[in-house]
């Protein structure tokens, strides 16, 4: 958690998930995120049909709307357990992602240290538009390439700045 997560309440904020895992494919496998916040335990689960897939991940979104406190994601993948047909084995990463104040510059707040590794990275997103920055690759014809697994294929755009 970095300075940018302390959040003022009331923001929709946005992050960027990935799960580092060789042995899972995002685009393939089944995930969601529950998020925790409060002295009563509140929670949202956001499901991966609820995120938005980018090239470095899945994009999700919440509002701040009530939440005041340390905000803990706990992201929840799962496997195909080929030990037992037809079963499914669950793997979790648990870790606080942001900070919700109700009033803005906190100089209070001390953040838990960073313990251990997480195989679950989260970023904040603050652009208004992360998908301005890829162009969708298209043919002759303006059809969009798809892949063998019906994913889009983008590329990172040019930086208009540079000097030639």
């Not at 956001?46 to 899945?58: A, F, L, N, V, W």
């Not at 652009?127 to 294929?153: G, M, Q």
């Amino acid at each position: 958690m970095t300075e940018k997560d302390i959040i003022v309440q009331g923001e929709t904020v946005k992050y960027l998930l990935t799960i580092d895992r060789e042995d899972f494919s995002m685009a393939n496998g089944n995930f969601q995120v529950e998020l925790r916040w409060g002295l009563m335990g509140a929670k949202k689960v956001i499901q991966k049909s609820e995120m938005y897939e980018s090239t470095d991940g899945y994009l999700f979104a919440f509002s701040t709307d009530g939440m005041v406190g340390k905000v803990i994601a706990k992201c929840t993948w799962y496997y195909d357990d080929t030990d037992v047909p037809g079963a499914v084995r669950p793997e979790t990463d648990e870790q606080v992602i942001a900070f919700v104040v109700t009033t803005p510059c906190p100089k209070f707040q001390a953040c838990p240290k960073a313990c251990g590794d997480h195989d679950v990275t989260y970023e904040r997103i603050e652009d208004s538009e992360i998908t301005a920055k890829y162009a969708r690759l298209v043919d002759a014809y303006d059809r969009p390439f798809i892949t063998s697994d019906d994913c889009y294929i983008y590329a990172l755009r040019e930086d208009q700045n540079i000097n030639e």
